[in-house]
């Protein structure tokens, strides 16, 4: 089975200094405190991932805020590509 590949979006609102990632197109969902101001996003219909909420993105250590998605296994092996820009 070949798995389709996901579009990435994300926007940094340098105000509140916040990074919105959204994985695929942007859905009503709920958000999980994973710890450290990072917050992991679900579809409300099937709990997948859709998307990734990090606080304070520009203060935060380059490859810091991938390190802790990896962690805590927060996006699935075969998409933590896809996060490549957070390195």
């Not at 990632?21 to 859709?50: C, H, K």
């Not at 993105?57 to 390190?67: A, Q, T």
């Amino acid at each position: 089975m070949t798995r389709k590949k996901q579009s990435i979006q994300f926007k940094h609102d340098k105000t509140g200094d916040v990074m919105y990632i959204v994985f695929g197109d942007n859905r009503p969902s709920y958000s999980d405190d994973v710890g450290d101001g990072i917050y992991a996003r679900y579809d409300m219909e099937t709990d997948t991932l859709i998307g990734i909420t990090i606080l304070d993105y520009s203060k935060r250590l380059k490859g810091e805020v991938f390190d802790l998605i990896v962690s805590e296994k927060i996006v699935a092996d075969d998409d933590q590509g896809l996060l490549d820009f957070l390195h």
